[in-house]
């Protein structure tokens, strides 16, 4: 069986050492990027991430030999982190992804368009908020319609609002394995879940790992702060390294 893919770390990179406290634990754990997103889109106005001036973190992960990954809203966020991290370190590969809500077709062409064919650079697309097989399938087709290289493309499901919809659970997003089932046969890509955007709650995420794990997902995007209770954004759902130590068990 394929290895799954795991991609952990805070919901936002918040500061120097808040990173360096994180890619130690990643590195500690050999885990594949490190999340710690510069850019994060918000329901309200609030911090909205270090943007640019964090560019310099992801290099420094990269410098210890971790992998970072990071949202991009625009094409030109894309440009500057791939060639920052690509110039400070030979071997590590980067991940960028385009978010639920960045919705703008033009923007996630340009983006596909800018990591092309790049080697050691991967992009994750997240399924759009509204739940609707046709629009998830056309993300997709708009990004390789921007040029991608295919092998450089992973999907990621998180979940659809719930509005509506029942949800006893109460998570944030509900699950529709079933289309993400559909979506990655239809494009042969890999599919990764994320529990935290799902459920929202520790309870909800430590539930939603262990029951997608036994659907066909390739890897798990999972959000980790070395002290939840004083993260910038979605304070209730990061998890501590001890207790994604322990949702590695069960999954
Ligand atoms: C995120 O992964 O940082 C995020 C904001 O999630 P989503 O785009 O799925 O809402
Ligand atoms: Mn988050």
Known sequence: MKKKVIIAGPCAAESESQINFSAREAKKRNIDFLRVSLWKPRTKP???????????????????????????????????????????????????????RNQNHYIQQEIARVVGNEKRVLLMVKNQPWPSLEHWEGIIEHVLHGGINPKNLLVCHRGFSPNGHP???????????????????????????????????????????????????????????????????????????????DLLKVI
């Open 46 to 100: 609030g911090f909205d991430g270090l943007g640019e001036k964090g560019i310099s973190l992801l290099v420094k992960v990269a410098k210890m030999g971790v992998n970072p990954a990071t949202e991009v809203i625009i094409p030109s966020h894309a440009e500057k982190v791939i060639e920052a991290v690509l110039t400070a370190a030979p071997t590590v590969k980067v991940l960028l992804w385009i978010g639920a």
């Open 167 to 245: 949800n006893p659970y109460g998570y944030r997003n509900v699950p529709d394995y079933e289309m993400a089932r559909i979506i990655k046969q239809k494009f042969d890509l890999s599919m990764l879940f994320d529990p935290s955007h799902t459920g929202g709650s520790i309870k909800n995420i430590l539930r939603l790992a262990k029951e997608s794990s036994k659907h066909s997902f390739d890897g798990m995007v999972i959000e980790v702060h070395p002290n939840p209770k004083i993260a910038k954004t979605d304070a209730k759902q990061q998890l501590t390294w001890k207790q994604f130590d």
